[in-house]
């Protein structure tokens, strides 16, 4: 039998082709952007690049420590999160972002209310035009936009142009960038280590070499639970990745750190007394380091009142 073209074969293949194409867009929606996905729809080169997994800083219940009492938020704050329908406690699960020439641009991912951070936008004299919003700062001549840049992601930026949540882009196509599993994660040229001034104290030591490193970055992930029980002391590990210009630099870097690890172990044996385990210092001289070709790897354990206590001193 011969196939006879009819006109409404056409129509069915349009509606078919229609459906396909509706059928993509919502599955590149939907698709789960991880850790690596999330920093590739941000504006990386020559960035600082963080990221914050909330939702495994909440399961091992140190995002409550961190945060403190919710009777404690400032009231403005409190205030904001009503009206847009949003509390990072239970709402938010991870942030990439990164600050680039003095601007801030940042992929939010947790559960979001679009009319309600519409309604917010234009209630503060702002404007929302073909689905992105943008508001006046705090800062002058900074500018607050955001866009869904899908269901369960806003795209989010403080810069000086009011579109500037546009950098944040799908990721499709762009360099791939490797975000470790970890609660924390940053990474930065070696350039931005240099006159560190308000780092925390012992730490300058340890962080002044690495602006000589092309990039260093900081993880920090869950350990064991000290105690041998849920109610004990988790612990955590702070793991260093630098890329040097070449394995004499990185052996030269790791013999930095191995002797200022030394030099300060020595010092508190020197004074008689160990330190104790919730201080930086304990941190500190507990470090040990590798090298692998032209890159050098740091170790530190740490117990997670370390953290707490150092959240508690930059609150006071």
């Known amino acids: 039998m011969r196939f006879r073209f009819r006109p409404w074969h056409l129509a069915v293949a349009l509606v078919l082709v229609v459906l396909a194409a509706v059928g993509l867009v919502e599955w590149r929606r939907s698709r789960l952007y991880d850790a690596s996905r999330l920093m590739q729809t941000l504006p990386v080169d020559g960035a600082v690049k ?3 997994d909330v939702q495994q800083l909440r399961k091992g219940g140190l995002l409550e420590s961190l945060a403190g009492p919710k ?27 990164v600050f680039v020439h003095g601007d801030f641009y940042a992929a939010v991912q947790g559960h979001f209310d679009w009319k309600r ?27 607050i936009s955001f866009y869904l840049l899908a269901d369960n992601v806003l795209a989010l930026a403080i810069s000086d142009s009011p579109q500037g949540a546009g950098m944040v882009e799908p990721s499709n196509g762009k360099k791939g960038i490797t975000v470790p599993s970890a609660a924390f994660w940053i990474s930065a040229p070696g350039t931005d280590f240099k006159g ?16 000589t490193a092309r990039e260093a970055s900081f993880s920090v992930q869950a350990g064991s639970v000290q105690g041998g029980s849920p109610a004990g002391n988790k612990t955590f590990e702070i793991r260093m990745d630098v890329a040097c210009a ?25 004074q008689g007394s160990a330190p104790k385990r919730t201080d ?11 090298t692998h070709e032209s890159s ?15 959240v508690s001193d930059q609150m006071k």
């Open 50 to 52: 963080v990221y914050i």
């Open 71 to 97: 009777a404690a938020e400032d009231p403005d704050y409190r205030h904001f999160a009503e009206q847009i329908g949003f509390d990072y406690r239970t709402d938010l699960d991870a942030v990439a972002a």
């Open 117 to 143: 951070l519409a309604d917010y936008a234009e209630s503060q004299h702002g404007t929302c035009i073909n689905g992105l919003c943008s508001l006046s700062s705090d800062q002058p001549d900074r500018k």
């Open 196 to 211: 560190l001034k308000n780092a925390p104290t012992g730490t300058q030591a340890f962080l002044t070499p690495l602006a």
């Open 246 to 270: 070449s394995p004499d630099s990185a052996a030269a870097l790791a013999k930095v750190f191995s002797s200022t690890t030394d030099l300060l172990r020595r010092l508190i044996v020197g």
């Open 280 to 290: 930086l210092t304990a941190v500190l001289v507990s470090g040990r380091f590798e």
């Open 296 to 310: 050098v790897t740091g170790f530190w354990p740490m117990d997670r009142r370390v953290i707490e206590s150092l």
